[in-house]
């Protein structure tokens, strides 16, 4: 009897050691998503629309930024991106308000292609599944009949 009651200590010892572990995995990697490796912003111009972006990338590739999208003859949007980079695609999703009506907000997706210090928003077939709306598997996004070209300039804190 004596036995057994060693026999579970040593296991529950062996189980909470295995949990430490874990914990300090966690907090590395979540260290790692908080550092920042870069701050770029882009404005797009065309016809009256402007639209101005700034990501941020983070050590572990992930893409947070802010955006802000003033067309004419629509409520201002403003809200937060997030997404990653696959190849030379960022597949983000826009979290938005529209106007100053702040308790509604949207979600979109996006996809922007870089090239050289230019990005691209691509236009894509979109369904909504659930509620939540994505671009169609297996359509293409088009790159190159698009109003909005980003390009790159200086971030200036507003």
């Given at each position: 009897?004596?036995?057994?009651?060693?026999?579970?200590?040593?296991?529950?010892?062996?189980g909470l050691q295995s949990c430490k572990n874990n914990k300090s995995e966690k907090?590395?990697?979540?260290?790692?998503?908080?550092?920042?490796?870069?701050?770029?912003?882009?404005?797009?111009?065309?016809?009256?629309?402007?639209?101005?972006?700034?990501?941020?990338?983070?050590?572990?590739?992930?893409?947070?930024?802010?955006?802000?999208?003033?067309?004419?003859?629509?409520?201002?949007?403003?809200?937060?991106?997030?997404?990653?980079?696959?190849?030379?695609?960022?597949?983000?999703?826009?979290?938005?308000?529209?106007?100053?009506?702040?308790?509604?907000?949207?979600?979109?997706?996006?996809a922007f292609l870089k090239r050289g210090d230019e990005l691209i928003l691509g236009?894509?077939?979109?369904?909504?599944?659930?509620?939540?709306?994505?671009?169609?598997?297996?359509?293409?996004?088009?790159?190159?009949?698009?109003?909005?070209?980003?390009?790159?300039?200086?971030?200036?804190?507003?």
């Amino acid at each position: 009897m004596k036995n057994l009651g060693l026999l579970c200590l040593l296991f529950t010892c062996i189980g909470l050691q295995s949990c430490k572990n874990n914990k300090s995995e966690k907090i590395i990697k979540a260290k790692e998503a908080v550092e920042i490796v870069s701050v770029q912003c882009y404005k797009a111009l065309y016809e009256e629309d402007t639209l101005d972006l700034k990501i941020n990338t983070f050590k572990n590739g992930e893409i947070k930024g802010n955006m802000e999208m003033a067309i004419a003859n629509m409520p201002k949007k403003v809200g937060e991106i997030a997404g990653e980079f696959h190849g030379d695609t960022l597949f983000a999703s826009y979290t938005f308000t529209q106007g100053g009506y702040t308790e509604k907000t949207y979600k979109n997706p996006m996809a922007f292609l870089k090239r050289g210090d230019e990005l691209i928003l691509g236009d894509g077939k979109i369904q909504i599944t659930l509620g939540a709306s994505h671009f169609v598997k297996g359509e293409p996004i088009d790159f190159e009949r698009v109003k909005y070209k980003f390009t790159a300039v200086d971030c200036v804190d507003k």
